[in-house]
């Protein structure tokens, strides 16, 4: 897979310019600032990682963390996703030796869990000819698969019903770390370039008003070709996202 690299891009920058390396720092730090911008809301930049989960069910939130996309558990090739409960304790629990603990299961000691064996159902909702009676808006009200995003304290808790040792997480990162990450899609080098011409014409006396409007315009029209070109949506997946919206639900 052909893919660039930001000291690629800041060379061909200063190539085109005809500058001498010792602009070189100055291309790079511009280079830099657009590639993170661009990694947040067009070029995506994700990352997966297994996180292992400690005695209070929690997780540590990797240093690159931005935002997360997908956080679940693996079955074979696929990961069963959960969903975000904002309604977790932000604060954490202490033992009497001042040791970080979970929080007992209030919904299994309460009763709040759906009934799980098979005569509840039955007796609730059929009838005598074992027809359903409906009513059943949100069939397991509890969702136990949930977790929190805790930024203050870099951790996301998980709940405490969860007997696994570790979890998996898609999440996005700024791109700027020093890994196989920061490589560039061919498609954002025009755009990056273009970014890198702007600013240095802005940030130089060299150029007058008229000439930095030209280059600000130019980088954003090359925004708009690598935004389009990053899309790859088509009718087969609209028609797709529509029926993935469907599904049976018993009603009355």
């Known amino acids: 897979m052909k893919l660039y690299t930001l000291d690629k891009l800041v060379r061909s920058a200063l190539a085109d310019k005809s500058y001498p390396m010792h602009w070189y720092l100055q291309f790079l730090k511009y ?3 657009v590639f993170r911008m661009l ?3 067009v070029l995506r930049n994700v990352k997966s990682v297994r996180l292992p989960v400690n005695s209070y069910k929690a997780v540590t939130i990797p240093c690159d963390f931005v935002d997360y996309i997908r956080i679940g558990d693996e079955m074979g090739q696929y990961i069963t996703p959960w969903g975000e409960k904002e309604s977790f304790n932000r604060l954490n629990k202490f033992d009497a030796n001042g040791n970080k603990v979970a929080y007992g299961d209030i919904e299994a000691s309460n009763g709040l869990l759906p009934a799980d064996w098979e005569g509840f159902w039955y007796t609730n909702y059929t ?3 074992g027809e359903h009676l409906g009513r059943i808006f949100n069939n397991f009200s509890s969702f136990r698969n949930s977790f ?3 930024r203050e304290r870099n951790e996301i808790q998980l709940d405490t019903s969860y007997t696994g040792t570790e979890i998996t997480m898609d999440y996005v990162t700024d791109g700027v ?3 196989s990450t920061t490589a560039i ?5 025009d755009c990056i370039v273009a970014y890198i011409f702007w600013k240095m014409k802005e940030h130089s006396r060299a150029y007058n008003l008229s000439e930095r409007a030209v280059a600000k315009e130019e980088f954003y029209n090359q925004l708009r070709v ?3 070109r990053m899309n790859n949506i088509d009718v087969n ?3 797709r996202s529509l029926a993935g919206g469907y599904g049976p639900v018993i009603r009355n």
């Open 148 to 150: 929190e995003v805790i």
């Open 226 to 228: 690598l935004k389009g």
């Open 185 to 189: 899609h061919p498609y954002a080098h």
């Open 127 to 129: 009838n005598d000819k």
């Open 39 to 41: 990694n947040f809301d």
């Open 237 to 239: 997946m609209i028609r």
């Open 177 to 179: 770390n020093a890994d």
């Open 31 to 33: 280079g830099i600032d």
